[in-house]
């Protein structure tokens, strides 16, 4: 097996179904939460057999950004590295993460933070904070979930 090294700027594949696949890009790492790697998720769904430029796939709108652990999905088989690009989009992404149970409905313990800033608790989200992304460390599969569904596959507090 050959060993897949992962860099800022790297293009992976996601295949969705038996014909379609998605891409994302690793954009960079975040501190504030472990570490783990940032993606941005491009809108549009491709065939198998396409084969776009790197410019034609980060000139797309982005649909999320999520944490995830690349080296993860890739061993697992859920993505293919596809290309580059040093063009990582703008790195002011805003997560909040939420200090209650998963499993309280509407949650008014909300800390918010830019990717590689010190979270800060700001209780009841702002309308701002509400369009921030869920910032745990995402699973593959529900990372891809996602791109099929729209949403996550798990449970987690609402701010409303």
Not at 93 to 108: G, N, T
Not at 123 to 143: F, H, M, W, Y
Request: proline letters at 4%; one cysteine or more.
């Amino acid at each position: 097996m050959t060993r897949t090294t992962t860099k800022p700027g790297d293009i992976f594949a996601v295949k969705v179904d038996a014909n379609s696949q998605k891409f994302m890009q690793y954009v960079t790492n975040d501190i504030t939460q472990l570490n783990s790697d940032v993606v941005r998720v491009f809108k549009g769904v491709h065939s198998l057999d396409s084969n776009p430029t790197a410019s034609e796939i980060i000139h797309k709108e982005v649909d999320f950004y999520a944490h995830c652990v690349l080296k993860w999905g890739l061993k697992l088989g859920y993505w293919t590295k596809f290309g580059t690009s040093t063009d990582v989009g703008h790195l002011n992404i805003y997560f909040r993460s939420s200090a209650d149970d998963p499993k309280v409905p509407v949650s008014s313990d909300w800390w918010v933070w830019i990717v590689n800033t010190q979270q800060e608790h700001v209780g009841r989200l702002t309308e701002q904070n509400k369009n921030a992304e869920i910032g745990s460390v995402i699973p593959p599969q529900s990372l891809i979930y996602r791109m099929k569904h729209g949403k996550y596959d798990f449970v987690y507090p609402n701010y409303e």
